[in-house]
């Protein structure tokens, strides 16, 4: 029977079993993994693609031993949002990273509602709108 340990030292191979059930637990969003000693694996679409990968907020977290909600500015998630956290052992010492495209974060709705807003009033200005409104009367 074969063991897995999750530990500082643990390498892609240790890492693929829980990575890969999370990975379809969250109906295959990718997902990415380090130990803070060794590279780890990144899983889209049912698949390891890269078995000795380390993203820039996997190595973040691993160094400041607290999540982070953030868009990278390298990587292969450039630009995406993604949510990565510390996997700590007994004493609290982060011991690896585990991350996740955050697809909570690709909708802004602040951003959404302002965007509209200019939308609006780029097509109809500050007076009569011909546009009709959500139940089909005219906008003033």
Do not use: K
Not at 110 to 139: H, I, K
């Amino acid at each position: 029977m074969e063991t897995y340990e999750i530990s500082a030292a643990a390498d892609a191979r240790a890492l693929r079993p829980i990575m890969m059930a999370l990975h379809e637990l969250l109906n295959r969003l990718p997902v990415t993994a380090r130990s803070r000693e060794r590279p780890g694996l990144r899983i889209e679409a049912g698949r390891v693609v890269d078995d000795a990968y380390s993203g820039p907020i996997l190595e973040e977290v691993l160094a400041a031993n607290e999540a982070r909600r953030v868009r990278p500015e390298s990587g292969p998630y450039r630009g995406t949002p993604v949510i990565v956290v510390p996997v700590q052992d007994s004493t609290g010492a982060t011991i690896a990273a585990i991350g996740v495209v955050d697809i909570t974060g690709i909708f802004d709705l602040a951003s959404l509602m302002e965007q509209q807003s200019d939308l609006v009033r780029e097509v109809c200005g500050t007076g009569f709108c011909p546009v009709g409104g959500p139940y089909g009367e005219p906008r003033s």
